[in-house]
């Protein structure tokens, strides 16, 4: 079964930085696109950034870049996402989520973890 | 950036009725346009990707349609577990991505 865990989520407070990690397994990770999409609360879905299967073609969304980086190690089969300078309006569910066909960015996303909570507050 | 308009916002409707929701791009997108179902509490699932191929283990009343700026989602027959937030997303032109607003299918 395909799976993603997300974890690293919590309260931090404006200008600190926090870590997300994905955990993934039941499918060839170094084959797909992986992404990180998040839902602030009360709002809808926001992509924030994606990464290739070799991580050469990467992409944030204009309201993270300068300020996120993602990543991803193949042999651990695992996608993390670095934000810094974190501001309120970062407060959100942020979900992993995995390319949808080998070796491209098109078709979407077909395996999502369950969420992990970041909350910046002071 | 594309930006993705859902209509309606919310829309109201029996279960066993006909359920159309539309997703507009602001420039073309050819058919690289997917649709998500997403409930309360659960993870967000693709339903439709291409604009038109239903992703594995979706049924058959759920169907998509539509290429470059004007997209369609129905669902031929409302089930009790139809009713939720349903988001288009274009994948043509990255980054970014950009998800539609979404729309809320209610019981009526």
């Known amino acids: 079964e395909m799976q993603l865990v997300e974890s690293g989520g919590g309260l931090v407070q404006p200008g600190r930085s926090l870590r997300l990690s994905c955990a993934a397994s039941?499918?060839?990770?170094?084959?797909?696109?992986m992404h990180w999409v998040r839902q602030a609360p009360g709002k809808g879905l926001e992509w924030v950034s994606g990464?290739?299967?070799?991580?050469?073609?990467?992409g944030y969304a204009d309201s993270v870049k300068g300020r996120f980086t993602i990543s991803r190690d193949n042999d651990k089969n695992s996608l993390h996402l670095e934000m810094n300078s974190l501001r309120p309006e970062d407060t959100a569910v942020y979900y992993c989520?995995?390319?949808?066909?080998?070796?491209?960015?098109?078709?979407?996303?077909?395996?999502w973890g369950q969420g992990t909570t970041v909350i910046v507050s002071s | 950036d594309i930006v993705m308009t859902q209509s309606p916002t919310t829309l109201s409707v029996s279960p066993g009725e006909r359920a159309t929701l539309s997703c507009r791009a602001s420039?073309?997108?050819?058919?690289?346009l997917a649709w998500y179902q997403h409930k309360p509490g659960l993870t967000p699932r693709l339903l439709i990707y291409?604009?038109?191929t239903r992703a594995p283990g979706i049924p058959a009343r759920f169907s998509g349609s539509g290429s470059g700026t004007d997209f369609t989602l129905t669902i031929g027959s409302l089930q009790s577990e139809d009713f939720a937030v349903y988001y288009c997303?274009?994948?043509?032109?990255?980054?970014?991505?950009?998800f539609g607003q979404g729309t809320k299918v209610e019981i009526k």
């Open positions: 989520a995995k390319g949808n066909g080998p070796r491209t960015f098109h078709y979407g996303m077909d395996v």
């Open positions: 039941g499918f060839t990770f170094d084959s797909h696109a």
């Open positions: 990464l290739s299967w070799d991580s050469g073609n990467i």
């Open positions: 420039q073309s997108v050819s058919s690289n």
């Open positions: 291409a604009a038109s």
């Open positions: 997303q274009q994948y043509d032109n990255w980054p970014p991505w950009t």
